[in-house]
């Protein structure tokens, strides 16, 4: 599986931006997408989750509310729509796939499969 993040840029504090991470190869269906953060000097971040077939979402506390994340399986893509950006939002955006498991979701040593990462900069 390979995972190419997008949609990543510079952004004023308050405004929207849209990510996404497009998937290769087959069974798209049976994965769990999640989106993880990592921004320069701190560990890595678990942003939000949707899970595999019907696409139950989950979202860290700091995100809730202002993000939406969403899957297109006949286009294999996942979208993360952020708004109401905060400057701490900063960070490098990545996505990851697993298989068809729910729990330990916010784990990042779970994912099998890594995109390469997009750069979010909200600035004031």
């Known amino acids: 599986v390979q995972l190419q993040a997008s949609g990543g840029g510079l952004v004023q504090a308050g405004g929207s931006r849209r990510l996404s991470c497009s998937a290769s190869?087959?069974?798209?269906?049976?994965?769990?997408v999640a989106w993880f953060r990592q921004a320069p000097g701190k560990e890595r971040e678990f942003v939000s989750a949707?899970?595999?077939?019907?696409?139950?979402?989950y979202y860290d506390d700091i995100v809730k509310g202002r993000f939406t994340i969403s899957r297109d399986n006949d286009k294999k893509t996942v979208y993360l729509q952020m708004n109401s950006l905060k400057l701490e939002d900063t960070a490098v955006y990545s996505c990851?796939?697993?298989?068809?498991?729910?729990?330990?979701?916010?784990?990042?040593?779970?994912?099998?499969?890594w995109g390469q990462g997009t750069q979010v900069t909200v600035s004031s």
């Open positions: 190869g087959r069974g798209f269906i049976n994965y769990t």
């Open positions: 990851a796939v697993r298989g068809v498991v729910w729990d330990t979701k916010t784990d990042p040593s779970k994912y099998m499969y």
């Open positions: 949707v899970k595999y077939g019907v696409g139950t979402t």
